[in-house]
């Protein structure tokens, strides 16, 4: 799917704020749609079916927790929420109930399209299983599970590490929470934040430039982690995973 197709429904009850993300996108190449409160979201949503959603949390009618929860229940559309709530339990209890990305007010008009973007690409990436990911120096192949630097040689890591980063790459660009990787990786009993802190840290010790000041493991502070791969730095796979 091109960028143009891409649907965004902005779900924000400030009209000038609303009518900036609409110029900001379709003057990007997306379609927009608007609506100023949670139901009227939940209903064109379910009828626009839209590729991302743009979502307040301060609406008018609901707290915009209820639209995620709802929206969760049927679709996985990307979320990402745009709001005042700063603190790091309003970002926990979002991520929690299912967004893909969280940003403050006052946003950059940059960065709130970058992490747009991101999402689109997480979605034409998914059509392809095989894809490959650029860390610098450190390319990963999803396909062949390998792990190989750019001018030759493995990257040894231990089960647990590759499950780590599989999890990272398959949503890269956005963040993933300490409860959903613990999950993911441990299975649903785990709650044991700390070993997965010193996993991560082995990794970026493997992969990172500069392990102490990482470019593309990033914490995101109380939540999880981000995995950020160079720009334009995915491609699908080809037959030589090491070309």
Same mark, same amino acid.
């Given at each position: 799917?091109? =960028?143009?197709?891409? &649907?965004?429904?902005?779900?924000?009850?400030?009209? !000038?704020? #609303?009518?900036?993300?609409?110029?900001?996108?379709?003057?990007?190449?997306?379609?927009?749609?608007?609506?100023?409160?949670?139901?009227?979201?939940?209903?064109?949503?379910?009828?626009?079916?839209?590729?991302?959603?743009?979502?307040?949390?301060?609406?008018?009618?609901?707290? !915009?927790?209820?639209?995620?929860?709802?929206?969760?229940?049927?679709?996985?559309?990307?979320?990402?929420?745009?709001?005042?709530?700063?603190? /790091?339990? =309003?970002?926990?209890?979002?991520? /929690?109930? !299912?967004?893909?990305?969280?940003?403050?007010?006052?946003?950059?008009?940059? /960065?709130?399209?970058?992490?747009?973007?991101?999402?689109?690409?997480?979605?034409?990436? %998914?059509?392809?299983?095989?894809?490959?990911?650029?860390?610098?120096?450190?390319?990963?192949?999803?396909?062949?599970?390998?792990?190989?630097?750019?001018?030759?040689?493995?990257? &040894?890591?231990?089960?647990?590490?590759?499950?780590?980063?599989?999890?990272?790459? &398959?949503?890269?660009?956005?963040?993933?929470?300490?409860?959903?990787?613990?999950?993911?990786?441990?299975?649903?009993?785990? %709650?044991? @934040?700390? #070993?997965?802190?010193?996993?991560? #840290? %082995?990794?970026? &010790?493997?992969?990172?430039?500069?392990?102490?000041?990482?470019?593309?493991?990033?914490?995101?502070?109380? @939540?999880?982690?981000?995995?950020?791969?160079? =720009?334009?730095?995915?491609?699908?796979?080809?037959?030589? %995973?090491?070309?």
């Amino acid at each position: 799917m091109t =960028q143009a197709l891409y &649907r965004v429904l902005v779900i924000e009850d400030d009209v !000038g704020i #609303a009518t900036i993300l609409s110029i900001l996108f379709e003057t990007n190449g997306f379609r927009v749609a608007t609506v100023e409160n949670c139901e009227a979201g939940i209903r064109r949503a379910q009828t626009l079916r839209p590729d991302v959603c743009v979502l307040d949390l301060g609406l008018p009618d609901r707290d !915009g927790l209820r639209f995620i929860e709802e929206i969760r229940t049927w679709s996985a559309v990307p979320i990402i929420v745009l709001t005042a709530r700063a603190q /790091e339990d =309003q970002r926990l209890a979002a991520f /929690e109930a !299912g967004v893909d990305d969280y940003v403050t007010k006052p946003f950059s008009c940059p /960065e709130l399209l970058a992490r747009v973007k991101a999402v689109t690409r997480r979605m034409a990436r %998914s059509e392809h299983v095989g894809a490959r990911i650029k860390l610098g120096e450190v390319v990963v192949d999803l396909a062949t599970r390998t792990i190989r630097r750019a001018g030759g040689g493995d990257v &040894r890591l231990t089960p647990l590490e590759h499950r780590i980063l599989e999890c990272l790459v &398959r949503r890269a660009d956005g963040v993933v929470t300490h409860a959903q990787l613990l999950k993911e990786v441990w299975g649903p009993h785990r %709650s044991d @934040i700390r #070993a997965l802190r010193v996993y991560v #840290a %082995s990794l970026r &010790r493997k992969l990172e430039p500069v392990p102490t000041q990482p470019r593309y493991l990033l914490t995101e502070s109380g @939540i999880g982690y981000r995995l950020v791969p160079d =720009q334009h730095g995915w491609e699908l796979s080809v037959t030589d %995973s090491a070309s």
